[in-house]
């Protein structure tokens, strides 16, 4: 019984875990978007959008694009420099 207890919630993180990781980038990404668009609700509690907001921001690390680039922004409005 106290067996089935401890290895039913470590298989599942675990299958869960390898799940996240082989799912493709842009769909992690859409996921942890609407996970912490989910969590920032009124009324949630606030470790759940920290917690959304973590896997959101990993997600974004693994699939190239930070804060700081414009991997995860629109392009800017500004024309490009002519190359010479």
Sequence with gaps: MWQM???VPVVLAAT???AWTLLPGVLRLRLAARLA???RRPGQPAW?????GRVEQRARA???AC???SGDSPPSS???RARR
């Design 16 to 18: 869960l875990y390898v």
């Design 78 to 80: 500004r024309p490009d």
């Design 48 to 52: 759940l959008a920290r917690l959304a």
């Design 37 to 39: 668009e989910r969590a």
């Design 5 to 7: 207890i401890v290895v």
């Design 67 to 69: 804060g700081d680039c």
């Design 62 to 64: 693994r699939a190239g």
